[in-house]
């Protein structure tokens, strides 16, 4: 076979040692006619552009091109002729002129003497920083040149696959698999069709046609082992075909496609979930670089697509901590935008527990968002990469596997000063609510023994609000409202400045919890400040605007009034209790003595505080409620069967009758129109038992559609007209009708024995249609 490359860089190179206006004569006494006239015709003003070629570039790449060029000579051969028969060399119908021309196009074809030649311009190349680069140039225009195009410029299959592999990893999860072939088909110029094969999931041995773009194809069902999909499939190994007419067992999709690759997708342990296949219009365009990014592709979908279910609930069930949740709420108030990167491995039961946690708090947080998720191989590969506007954070393997606290002071320590700044800043005033908490606790604790007492419970608050370790106020007033008012009740704080310092170091010394105070402080204590307000009041609508609920931060001159009223000096906050839209009360608080502006630390305390009062102060209203909701269904109105239960583990006296209803075709009622139809039968139901049975009598829901009756008495008459009345106002209500066993207690047994043959009773009625006793 002859020379398929002629290298004539060096002759063309001659062109330096000549004065510029000598160029264009220097190009026509090139002896390679008709090549050089062809070459020059191909571009508008090719003389033009000859001349104005910097001198200095054109050294610049004479000198590399002097170090190289045995090397490239040597690349260039092995390159061209490692796909020989896929190019059909044989044919010996083109050869490839290298030359160092204008530099404005790669590559061209014109006609020779005998053949085509493929004049690639090195100069061209060169300038794009893609000399080291040129055997692949050369071998990719030898592919377009059997495509039938007749010119171009090289594109670097490194750097698209590079730009892809970024792209790929900020897709959404939704529709990936159809966005990838978009992708694909958008930024590869020989990826023709792209598309994925998927396993049948109801048969074995099928591949099923799924997302793609390209021509349409008739092989949406390919059995595994047929044609080049089927095996990759079956032998679970990645093919490529670079000449599909070579192939025996090729499945042909259309007259235009000349090679193709498949790249298998497989699940974790090791089974086939799809591949991805690629046909090219192209002979011999593939090599090592489509077989790893294709196969970096299939790989990423482990966790995106494959394993999906698996990491949304590992990510799902991630537990944020009180303290974690305080500090990503905190974040949240100070706006600061940031993109989370994850390197994930494709084990679900490999990634580190705060990888998921980092997951989860990146799609919660309003300010947050994952940026990208890329699978690694190894586990220690695995890290997640935080990066803000004034900087960015790297947790390696390492830093995932330490505890959330850890964690936190790491990125306090190393992270830029402004974000260590604002995150300092949220865990101080962390851990000084986790001690208003633990204060809140034992004041809790207090109110549920027997000998609290409401005073002793109000001052323990006003002590939290206003204690140095705690809300640090100066001083705090508790309000009670009545009858559009809030009355002043009780105060904690001095009443002057030199009395102020007694009373903080009084109250320091109560060993940083409410412990020491609830178990000394007498309950007829009674604060001195109290003498000077006494009797004072708040009227409703004075302070309207401020009763939401929230803590306010109120200037003085916004109430004037209450400010000289209670000696406030600057600021103070104020705080509506409220029980749903009831008052309770009303917390009033200020810095008077020390003049600090009151802080947002403060104002969560307060609230933290005010909130725990209102509990407090209405604990027995709550827990009737509780008690209430407990007993009664709320969508029936009637007994829950949890009060069934009670009722009968009381070991109930006297005589009754326990009857078993049981609506009929409800099921039928429930598929054809819907649970919501249901649940209004259920409604009515429930409505017309209690309007039905007598005072003494009980009535309880026992499950779904099944209600049991106590009636207090054994008499058959008294108990059927019981149920007539329900049944005749059930059918006035739905034209619907339900089913009735009767057994008497204790006559017929134990209340277990009885509640079962009522049961049993109440499916014999569906047959006959009346109410059955014995």
Known sequence: MRSLIENHIDDFLEILTYEKRFWKDFWDRLPFKPITENYAKRFENFYDKLSKISRNELTEFSHVYEEQKEKLKEELSIRIRKNARDLELSREDFVVYLIAGIGEKDWVVVDGKYEKVIVFDVFSLWKKGKFSQLSDAVYQAVVHFRHGDMEGDYYDKSEIFSKLKEEITKLDNENLLQNICKLLDKNVPYYNWTGFYLMDEKEDGILVLGPYVGEPTEHVRIPVGRGICGQAAATKLTFVVQDVSSETNYLSCSPHVKSEIVVPILRNDGSVFGEIDIDSHFKAPFDERDT????????????????????????????????????????????????????????????????????????????????????????DEQKAEMRANLGGFLLSYQDLQRPVPEIIRKMIVEGVEEISRVLFFIHHNATRLAQSFVNTRIITEYVLKPESNVNTILYAFLTGITAGYSGSFNRAMFFYYTDGQFVFQK???????????????????????????????????????????????IRQDEITQYLDGEPHIVAKGDLPKIAEEFDIVNEFAVMALKSGNKFVGLLLADNNFDRKPISDYQLAVLKDLGNQMV?????????EAIKEKAEIDALTGLRTRRSLEEFIASSPVGQFSVAFLDLNEFKLINDMYGHERGDEVLKKLGKCINLNIRKEDLAFR????????????????????????????????????????????????????????ADERSYKSKITGKIEFE
């Open 292 to 379: 790893e990014f294709l196969e970096w592709i299939a790989k990423q979908l482990l966790v995106r697509v494959v394993h999906w279910k698996d990491f949304e609930r590992k990510i799902k069930i991630a537990y944020l901590d009180s303290y974690l949740s305080f500090i990503l709420n905190e974040i949240v108030k100070y706006n600061i935008p940031f993109d989370v990167s994850l390197y994930v491995h494709h084990d679900p039961e490999k990634v580190p527990e705060n990888l998921y946690k980092i997951w989860r708090i990146a799609r919660k947080l309003r300010n947050a968002k994952v940026h990208k998720i890329v699978v690694v191989d190894n586990v």
């Open 491 to 537: 105060a904690l704080g001095p009443r002057s400045e030199e009395e102020a310092h007694g009373i903080w170091e009084a109250i320091e010394d109560i060993e940083l919890n409410m412990s020491d105070f609830l178990e000394t402080v007498s309950k007829d204590f009674r604060s001195a400040l109290e003498l000077v307000y006494e009797g004072k009041i």
């Open 615 to 623: 509990l407090v102060l209405e604990n027995k209203r709550f827990l």
């Open 702 to 757: 026992y499950g779904g559609d099944e209600i049991v009756l106590i009636i207090k008495s054994v008499e058959k008459e008294v108990v059927r007209k019981v149920i007539e009345r329900i049944s005749e106002c059930f059918a006035r209500a739905t034209e619907l009708s339900f089913s009735t066993g009767v057994a008497l207690y204790p006559e017929e047994g134990d209340i277990y024995k009885v509640l079962k043959l």
